[in-house]
Antibody, heavy 121, light 106 residues
Framework: QVLLQESGPGLVKPSQTLSLTCSVS??????????WSWIRQRPEKGLEWIGY???????YNNPSLESRLTMSIDTSKDQFSLKLTSVTAADTAVYYC?????????????WGQGALVTVSS | DIQMTQSPSSLSASVGDRVTITCRAS??????LNWYQQKPGNAPQLLIF???TLQSGVPSRFSGSGYGTEFTLTISSLQPEDFATYYC????????FGGGTKVEIK
């Protein structure tokens, strides 16, 4: 069974860079069947897809965040990462890393527990 | 972007009730439609994909239907563990979710 675990600072100052890493265990990381996604949920709000990438490095981002977003993948460590620059209070959210099954279209079948990131001075 | 609109945004129901949640897409997503359940403090869990296919391990009281722009999630007999928030998600980039339907105890 795959397990995903987010890690990173829980508090980021405005205008700085939010950085999170997701560690994946239980196999499947280098399988071509899966992409690896980030999804966030702002307080009392719904879900927002941030982007996903394959283990080969092909990435697709939400255009609303693309100018501030960098995703990367480290297959030697079974990890993938997110960097979001120039953050504001609007980026305060629970950030989930998610395994994404891509057959015909994406579906999010395994989620990390989520990491709360607060943007505040 | 494809907008996903869920209705109602919340509902109150009793154990044993039949519950139906609707999700409408602003343009056709054919059957690229998934449903998720989220309980407080937990991550969402995939319930249904392809509009009507149950994810492994999901009880058969859950069912999904629809095609194009209109979809429904039905719980045939609501159980105590089903009180949660439900989200639909469409499969064209940028991927988008509905605003959620909170199912509460009556």
């Amino acid at each position: 069974q795959v397990l995903l675990q987010e890690s990173g600072p829980g508090l980021v100052k405005p205008s700085q860079t939010l950085s999170l890493t997701c560690s994946v265990s239980g196999g499947s990381f280098s399988s071509g069947t899966y992409y690896w996604s980030w999804i966030r949920q702002r307080p009392e709000k719904g879900l927002e897809w941030i982007g996903y990438m394959s283990y080969r490095g092909s990435a697709y981002n939400n255009p609303s965040l693309e100018s501030r977003l960098t995703m990367s993948i480290d297959t030697s460590k079974d990890q993938f990462s997110l960097k979001l620059t120039s953050v504001t209070a609007a980026d305060t959210a629970v950030y989930y890393c998610v395994r994404t099954v891509y057959t015909n279209y994406p579906k999010f079948d395994s989620w990390g527990q989520g990491a709360l990131v607060t943007v505040s001075s | 972007d494809i907008q996903m609109t869920q209705s109602p945004s919340s509902l109150s129901a009793s154990v044993g009730d039949r519950v139906t949640i609707t999700c409408r897409a602003s343009q056709s997503v054919i059957n690229y439609l998934n449903w998720y359940q989220q309980k407080p403090g937990n991550a969402p869990q995939l319930l249904i994909f392809g509009a009507s296919t149950l994810q492994s391990g999901v009880p058969s009281r859950f069912s999904g239907s629809g095609y194009g722009t209109e979809f429904t999630l039905t719980i045939s007999s609501l159980q105590p563990e089903d009180f949660a928030t439900y989200y639909c998600q469409q499969g064209y980039r940028p991927l988008t979710f509905g605003g959620g339907t909170k199912v509460e105890i009556k």
